[in-house]
């Protein structure tokens, strides 16, 4: 078929002169002032993402609060269950949420609805299972910023901390916590976190506050395959976030990815945002489509490489059904 190319123009003085002072081509100049990026500091901050600071994740709105809660679960020895979506991007979230809260010594599980049976989001039925199993605190991951009612109907039962990165409407959900950097009285620099993003963002405060490094760039390869798969704009923490999840990705220390990623041919190869956006995310996202997100959860957590490589085998068959 054929194609017709329309090559937006830029100024070609403007272009030259943002050449010569950050020491890149006209062409590469002349595309990044097509996007807005139009004096040195803005094209280090795109070429070079791993030179700057994360946002200090207490910009968020009710960070602290969503930490202080967790902290007195934890230190209480309460039930907590990470409450996630079946698509890629509350899969990767609940993964890396599960693994800090795990280092930190929470007793802690995940709940994520089955597509055809329950639907999206929260659901009455889940809650009120939860609650007879136990649950105090849910942690809401990539869902729960529309869920005003269900979450208003388990007042007095269970505690929710809603981290979503949708849109909320005029009102908030009644929980301990509503962290969202859509929210009208947000100032976080970055609105565009994928709902992994900001659980990764909640991962970085309980590191800090509870003084685990290990937890403050938990799982960055996750964190990016999740945030690929979202298809948020790669800019900003975005693309600080993915650069850095690139590069640990054919190194990565998750069993069950690198079994993904070996079933999948990517073994020994650079891992770009394409090979995840057409390779590892579909095949992520696939178990919440035709069966149950559970088992690329599964795979994400698994330690033992002989079930990771039936778990990746099966989510490979899936994604060719």
Same mark, same amino acid.
């Not at 005003?148 to 301990?176: C, N, R, W």
């Not at 800090?208 to 390869?221: T, V």
């Given at each position: ?5 329309? %090559? ?15 020491? $890149? ?7 990044? =002032? ?41 230190? #209480?020895?309460?039930? !907590? ?11 990767? *979230? ?11 010594? *929470? ?25 007879? =199993?136990?649950? #105090?605190?849910? !942690? ?10 269900? !979450?208003?109907?388990?007042? +007095?039962?269970?505690?929710? !901390? ?23 009285? #947000? %100032? ?6 994928? +709902? ?22 938990? *799982?960055?390869?996750? %964190?990016?395959?999740?945030? %690929? ?11 600080? $976030? ?22 999948? +041919? ?6 770009? #945002? ?9 095949? $992520? ?9 559970? =088992? ?15 778990? *990746? ?9």
């Amino acid at each position: 078929m054929r194609k017709i190319w329309n %090559v937006k123009k830029c100024d070609a003085g403007q272009a030259a002169a943002l050449a010569a002072e950050t020491g $890149i081509s006209t062409l590469l100049a002349g595309v990044l =002032l097509n996007r807005g990026i139009d004096n040195r500091e803005k094209v280090e901050e795109f070429l070079h993402p791993e030179k700057w600071d994360y946002h200090d994740p207490y910009l968020l709105p009710d960070m602290a609060a969503a930490v202080k809660r967790i902290r007195q679960a934890i230190d #209480s020895r309460e039930q !907590i269950v990470v409450y996630g979506d079946y698509d890629a991007d509350g899969i990767t *979230a609940t993964t890396i949420l599960l693994k800090c809260l795990k280092k930190m010594g *929470a007793l802690v599980d995940y709940y994520i609805p089955n597509r055809f049976t329950e639907g999206y989001g929260i659901n009455q039925e889940a809650l009120e299972k939860l609650y007879n =199993l136990g649950i #105090s605190l849910i !942690i809401t991951v990539d869902c729960g910023i529309k869920s005003l009612q269900e !979450i208003a109907s388990m007042s +007095g039962k269970i505690d929710f !901390i809603v981290t979503d990165h949708h849109l909320p409407g005029e009102e908030l959900p009644k929980a301990v916590a509503v962290v969202d950097a859509h929210r009208q009285d #947000s %100032v976080y620099p970055c609105k565009e976190l994928a +709902g992994v993003g900001i659980a990764f963002k909640l991962c970085q405060a309980l590191g800090k506050e509870m003084a685990n490094p290990a937890c403050e760039e938990a *799982a960055l390869e996750i %964190v990016a395959l999740g945030t %690929v798969a979202d298809a948020v704009p790669l800019v900003d923490e975005n693309r600080k $976030i993915v650069a850095a999840g690139l590069k640990r990705m054919s190194t990565t220390q998750s069993v069950g990815l690198k079994a993904l990623i070996d079933i999948t +041919g990517l073994a020994g190869r650079d891992i770009d #945002s394409t090979a995840i956006g057409f390779i590892l995310a579909p095949r $992520i996202n696939v178990a919440g489509r035709l069966e149950s997100a559970r =088992l690329s959860v599964e795979l994400l957590l698994c330690q033992d490489s002989e079930q990771a490589v039936q778990m *990746a085998e099966r989510l490979n068959e899936l994604n060719h059904t």
